[in-house]
Structure formats: structure tokens, C-alpha cells
């Protein structure tokens, strides 16, 4: 596994998860999902493995059902 500094969060994938399961995910990583529409999430503003500080906000966009 990588490690990941102290202070510090790795962007998980959140492609294929609901808002909820999003939301939760990035609640024990220590980061800010900030949705954009409903359903299930298609796209996320940060790559999935990038380093970003604790308490980032990351956009995750859902779409459908």
C-alpha cells in the first residue's frame, strides 16, 4: 500500500457509488465530497490516486438513477 503522509488524504475512485456511499468514503479518508446532481456518480474533479490535503473538497458529479 502506498503511504500516505500525515496531513495528507489519496483520492479514492468514487465512479459507480452513490452520493451516500461517496459522502461515507470520503468521510473516513478525512476529505469533502461536494455533490453535483443525483443518482450515481459518473465523474469526480480529482483523479482517483492523487494526493490532496485533508479536509479537500473533491466534486463528484452523479447522474441517473
Sequence with gaps: P???PQG???VPNFIGKSLRQ????????GIVVVP??????QSQ??????LVDTGSEITVYFSGN
Design 2 to 4: 502506498v503511504q500516505v
Design 8 to 10: 495528507k488524504a489519496l
Design 22 to 29: 461517496s459522502a461515507e468514503l470520503a468521510a473516513s479518508l
Design 36 to 41: 453535483e446532481g443525483s443518482g450515481v456518480a
Design 45 to 50: 474533479s480529482v483523479s482517483e490516486n492523487t
